[in-house]
Protein backbone atom coordinates (compact mmCIF):
# COMPACT_ATOMS: atom_id res chain seq x y z
CA UNK A 1 0.00 0.00 0.00
CA UNK A 2 0.46 3.58 -0.41
CA UNK A 3 -0.18 6.64 1.60
CA UNK A 4 -0.05 10.02 0.01
CA UNK A 5 -0.50 12.87 2.25
CA UNK A 6 -1.00 16.28 0.64
CA UNK A 7 0.18 20.10 2.35
CA UNK A 8 0.58 23.83 1.00
CA UNK A 9 -3.17 24.31 0.86
CA UNK A 10 -4.08 27.62 2.18
CA UNK A 11 -5.88 31.32 1.34
CA UNK A 12 -3.87 33.00 -1.15
CA UNK A 13 -5.36 36.42 -2.80
CA UNK A 14 -6.23 36.41 -7.06
CA UNK A 15 -2.81 36.87 -8.42
CA UNK A 16 -1.24 35.01 -5.76
CA UNK A 17 0.83 31.54 -5.59
CA UNK A 18 0.69 28.78 -3.72
CA UNK A 19 3.03 25.98 -3.98
CA UNK A 20 1.55 22.36 -3.11
CA UNK A 21 3.25 19.59 -1.52
CA UNK A 22 2.20 15.62 -1.19
CA UNK A 23 4.51 12.81 1.13
CA UNK A 24 4.27 9.19 -0.39
CA UNK A 25 4.63 6.39 2.22
CA UNK A 26 4.43 2.45 2.39
CA UNK A 27 5.59 0.81 -0.65
CA UNK A 28 7.10 3.51 -2.35
CA UNK A 29 9.16 1.42 -4.54
CA UNK A 30 5.81 0.52 -6.50
CA UNK A 31 5.32 3.99 -7.29
CA UNK A 32 5.19 5.04 -10.99
CA UNK A 33 2.80 7.80 -12.25
CA UNK A 34 2.23 10.54 -9.79
CA UNK A 35 -0.08 13.30 -10.52
CA UNK A 36 -2.44 16.28 -9.27
CA UNK A 37 -6.25 16.70 -9.78
CA UNK A 38 -8.51 19.07 -8.18
CA UNK A 39 -12.43 19.41 -7.02
CA UNK A 40 -13.57 22.75 -7.60
CA UNK A 41 -16.40 23.79 -5.23
CA UNK A 42 -20.15 23.17 -6.69
CA UNK A 43 -18.07 20.88 -9.35
CA UNK A 44 -21.08 18.85 -11.41
CA UNK A 45 -20.95 15.45 -9.47
CA UNK A 46 -18.10 16.63 -7.43
CA UNK A 47 -16.01 15.64 -10.81
CA UNK A 48 -12.17 15.67 -9.77
CA UNK A 49 -10.13 18.10 -12.60
CA UNK A 50 -6.80 16.12 -13.81
CA UNK A 51 -4.39 19.05 -13.67
CA UNK A 52 -1.24 17.00 -14.55
CA UNK A 53 1.10 14.00 -13.88
CA UNK A 54 4.98 13.15 -14.13
CA UNK A 55 6.25 9.89 -14.32
CA UNK A 56 10.11 8.68 -12.98
CA UNK A 57 11.76 9.52 -15.59
CA UNK A 58 10.75 13.11 -14.96
CA UNK A 59 8.33 13.12 -18.68
CA UNK A 60 5.03 15.27 -17.72
CA UNK A 61 1.47 15.17 -18.80
CA UNK A 62 -0.46 18.71 -18.20
CA UNK A 63 -4.30 19.26 -19.13
CA UNK A 64 -4.86 22.76 -20.25
CA UNK A 65 -5.72 24.79 -17.03
CA UNK A 66 -2.10 23.46 -15.75
CA UNK A 67 -0.32 24.32 -19.13
CA UNK A 68 0.30 28.22 -18.99
CA UNK A 69 0.08 28.84 -14.78
CA UNK A 70 0.79 25.19 -13.16
CA UNK A 71 4.14 23.06 -12.79
CA UNK A 72 4.27 19.84 -11.87
CA UNK A 73 7.57 18.15 -10.35
CA UNK A 74 8.87 15.29 -8.35
CA UNK A 75 11.39 14.83 -5.83
CA UNK A 76 12.44 10.78 -6.12
CA UNK A 77 14.93 10.94 -3.04
CA UNK A 78 12.26 12.73 -0.91
CA UNK A 79 8.94 10.49 -2.29
CA UNK A 80 7.87 14.05 -3.08
CA UNK A 81 5.70 15.64 -5.92
CA UNK A 82 5.03 19.07 -5.77
CA UNK A 83 2.52 21.63 -7.79
CA UNK A 84 4.01 25.02 -8.25
CA UNK A 85 0.60 27.55 -9.12
CA UNK A 86 1.05 31.22 -9.81
CA UNK A 87 -1.21 33.51 -11.46
CA UNK A 88 -4.31 31.95 -9.47
CA UNK A 89 -7.67 33.11 -9.62
CA UNK A 90 -10.97 32.42 -8.17
CA UNK A 91 -11.41 29.63 -10.32
CA UNK A 92 -8.51 27.34 -8.56
CA UNK A 93 -10.20 27.25 -5.43
CA UNK A 94 -11.23 23.91 -4.71
CA UNK A 95 -9.53 20.77 -2.72
CA UNK A 96 -6.23 19.40 -4.39
CA UNK A 97 -5.54 16.10 -4.37
CA UNK A 98 -2.51 13.95 -5.20
CA UNK A 99 -2.44 10.38 -6.43
CA UNK A 100 -0.35 7.68 -8.07
CA UNK A 101 -0.09 4.31 -9.38
CA UNK A 102 2.73 1.64 -10.39
CA UNK A 103 2.60 1.94 -13.78
CA UNK A 104 3.26 4.78 -16.04
CA UNK A 105 1.36 7.98 -16.82
CA UNK A 106 0.74 6.78 -20.27
CA UNK A 107 -1.23 4.03 -18.68
CA UNK A 108 -2.84 5.22 -15.63
CA UNK A 109 -3.50 9.56 -16.12
CA UNK A 110 -6.33 10.39 -15.85
CA UNK A 111 -8.38 7.26 -14.94
CA UNK A 112 -6.57 4.46 -13.95
CA UNK A 113 -4.66 6.09 -10.29
CA UNK A 114 -4.83 3.72 -7.90
CA UNK A 115 -3.24 5.75 -4.60
CA UNK A 116 -5.08 8.89 -3.37
CA UNK A 117 -4.36 11.06 -0.69
CA UNK A 118 -7.12 13.41 1.38
CA UNK A 119 -6.58 16.63 -0.27
CA UNK A 120 -5.66 20.11 0.47
CA UNK A 121 -7.91 22.72 0.38
CA UNK A 122 -6.88 25.92 -1.99
CA UNK A 123 -9.17 29.04 -1.39
CA UNK A 124 -8.62 32.11 -4.02
CA UNK A 125 -9.84 35.37 -2.37
CA UNK A 126 -10.16 38.50 -3.91
Known amino acids: QVQLVESGGGSVQVGGSLRLSCAAS????????MGWFRQRAGAVGNKREA??????????IATDPAKARFTISRDKAKNSLYLQMSNLNSEDTGTYYC?????????????????WGYGTLVTIST
Open 99 to 115: AAAPVDCTLAYPHGMDY
Open 26 to 33: GYIASLGC
Open 51 to 60: IAAIDTDGRT
